[in-house]
């Protein structure tokens, strides 16, 4: 099949220095330049020698805000702006046009949105799962966090190697780019591909059947906090933090033995009992932190154990995050809160635990929110990063157009050169 090599080229045009005509465009934008070719004459031409004489131009460095948009706002501006018109006469006119904003402040360079696989798991379960799809990877651009357990295994490897070292209150390196796929701070290809892959019915039961054991747990223990009045919000922060370890030794040798079982031949081999679990990736990560300072293959298992039950535990990043949201939702239990949290409450604290730290601003639901502003939450968990929901929604449009007004003159020229008028 003939594809006219004319459809890769693309306006913004220049005066080719070739042919003279107004026909010299953009071929391909990359990380860090771009390339341009004539769509008349196609200069550069391959050469005799079978090189290309690359038309190549270098383009500035970029310092993007991270920005995460929740599940709960990603929805509402997919059906605000589908094309059906089904959605929008029922919904707040805000939604389409925070998405209008959003998409722009991508397109200038500005921000990003990471995808993360709570938008994944989350789609999955809905209706709407190619539009929901198509949402969040337009304001992605193929920027994607890592799984969950890669992010809690890198962060206990750091902390753990400083615990080794006798320096467990010194704090980890949280380097953003380290758990994304993609170059934050690259410039963002014109074109966006988004595969389609078959979803199988199986996996979307599994899910169901998990969130819904999950909310029934949620259930039980809210039950169980509405009980103890007496208790201090330290003391369920401690309970929750230090629960961590032992969960993880615990499931790390559940782990052990069924996988000793379908060796033996007991139980049948399947993918969910041979992938390797979180608590896996969890004590891998410590036995290569351990090793990495020096400490002997005999004594691995011993400092292992050690470190899962080391109070120092509540201080890496998730640990302290979650624990501590979990305590302030323990506290509005005990203090007269009538109605359990749902799964979607636990997503929220889940992600919130998750990416606070490497965000520059969060969208987010409005009761995870008013926990984070709370005390101690508010004083203890501060990374910089501006708290946003629909209680404050106007603060983050403002905030969004502070970020436009704060680019300069030649940044939004370069924009301009490149990608034209947005």
Not at 61 to 88: H, T
Not at 104 to 132: D, N, V, W
């Amino acid at each position: 099949m003939y594809i006219d090599p004319k459809l890769f080229i693309s306006p913004p045009y220049i005066e080719c220095p070739s042919c003279g005509q107004h026909s010299f465009g953009i071929l391909q934008i990359y990380e860090t330049h771009y390339t341009r070719r004539c769509k008349e004459c196609f200069f550069p031409r391959t050469t005799p020698y079978g090189k290309d004489r690359v038309a190549s131009f270098r383009l500035p460095k970029l310092n993007k805000k991270i920005i995460y948009i929740d599940q709960f706002a990603i929805s509402n501006m997919m059906k605000a702006v589908s094309p059906k018109n089904e959605f929008s006469r029922t919904l707040d006119k805000f939604w389409a046009g925070l998405f209008y904003k959003l998409h722009k402040l991508c397109r200038l360079q500005l921000i990003i949105c990471p995808e993360s696989p709570f938008h994944q798991y989350e789609s999955i379960l809905s209706s709407f799962y190619e539009p929901l799809k198509k949402m969040y990877k337009s304001l992605s651009s193929g920027i994607i966090f890592h799984e969950t357990d890669d992010i809690k295994a890198l962060q206990i490897y750091e902390h753990a190697r400083n615990w080794i070292r006798e320096k467990e209150d010194e704090k980890i390196k949280l380097d953003v780019q380290s758990i994304i796929k993609g170059k934050i701070n690259g410039w963002t290809s014109k074109f966006i591909i988004i595969g389609n892959f078959p979803v199988e019915q199986r996996w979307v039961d599994e899910l169901r059947a998990l969130r819904g054991e999950s909310t029934e747990e949620l259930k039980k223990v809210f039950q169980r906090w509405q009980t103890e009045k007496h208790k201090t919000f330290s003391e369920w922060f401690e309970e929750e933090a230090m629960s961590y370890g032992r969960i993880v030794l615990r499931l790390y040798y559940e782990k052990r033995f069924n996988l000793l079982q379908v060796k033996l031949g007991v139980i049948e081999p399947t993918i969910f009992n041979l992938m390797p679990s979180s608590s896996q990736m969890i004590v891998e990560a410590i036995y290569s932190a351990f090793e990495n300072q020096g400490v002997e293959s005999n004594k691995l298992k011993d400092k292992t154990v050690d470190y899962l039950k080391s109070p120092s535990l509540k201080n890496v990043p998730f640990i302290k995050i979650n624990s501590m949201l979990w305590a302030a939702l323990a506290r509005k239990a005990a203090t007269g809160r009538k109605k359990p949290p749902n799964q979607g409450m636990a997503n929220d604290i889940s992600l919130v635990s998750m990416f606070l730290p490497y965000c520059d601003a969060m969208f987010i639901d409005n009761e995870c929110r008013g926990y984070l502003l709370e005390e101690p939450l508010f004083s203890e968990l501060d990374f910089g990063t501006k708290l946003f929901s629909q209680n404050n929604k106007s603060e983050f449009i403002e905030y969004l157009d502070d970020i436009k007004s704060s680019a300069s003159e030649e940044h939004l020229d370069k924009v301009k050169e490149v990608y034209g008028n947005i």
